[in-house]
């Protein structure tokens, strides 16, 4: 059963509301997170998800707020182009500081014209509303270092130490 640190993991299609598959976790690959509140995995599917047993089958819509946000045009700025490396080209990501200065944010470049390079921190996917559809594959309790580390370590999940 679903509950607060277990490991769950995912088969998933993730797609446009006009049915554009945008990311998939298959069989032979499928995604495992931490449950319970560390972020591994949409609030609302999260929720969605708790007190589900292995087999069990989700469809659930997300709106812009529950997946990556409303798109906000302050993230698309507008740069000198020798502030860049040397080979800049539209869809190229480059990590930079917020406004603030107080985090890291990953920019993508969208235009290039005038000696001009514009850069959107927006996801990708910001404003859209998605599709989630998943499969439980597997249920298990986490151990005491995954819910330390607060994600999953092991075979199916990602150990960054």
């Known amino acids: 059963m679903i509950a607060k640190d277990t490991v769950v993991t995912l088969t998933y299609r993730l797609s446009s509301l006009s049915g554009e598959m945008l990311e998939e976790a298959t069989p032979d690959s499928p995604a495992a997170y931490l449950h319970g509140g560390y972020d591994g995995i949409f609030p609302k599917v999260e929720a969605a998800l708790d007190g589900k047993a292995q087999g069990a089958e989700?469809?659930?819509?997300?709106?812009?707020?529950?997946?990556?946000?409303?798109?906000?045009?302050?993230?698309?700025?507008?740069?000198?182009?020798?502030?860049?490396?040397?080979?800049?080209?539209?869809?190229?990501?480059?990590?930079?500081?917020?406004?603030?200065?107080?985090?890291?944010?990953?920019?993508?470049v969208t235009d290039i014209a005038d000696g001009k390079v514009v850069v959107d921190g927006n996801h990708p996917l910001a404003g859209q509303s998605l599709r989630l559809q998943c499969t439980v594959r597997e249920v298990r309790a986490a151990s005491p270092e995954e819910i330390e580390h607060g994600h999953v370590h092991g075979p199916d999940g990602h150990h960054h130490h």
């Open 58 to 108: 989700l469809d659930v819509v997300l709106e812009p707020d529950d997946a990556f946000g409303e798109y906000d045009a302050e993230l698309v700025r507008v740069e000198p182009i020798d502030a860049f490396p040397e080979r800049i080209e539209v869809g190229m990501q480059l990590e930079g500081a917020s406004e603030d200065g107080h985090h890291v944010m990953l920019f993508t």
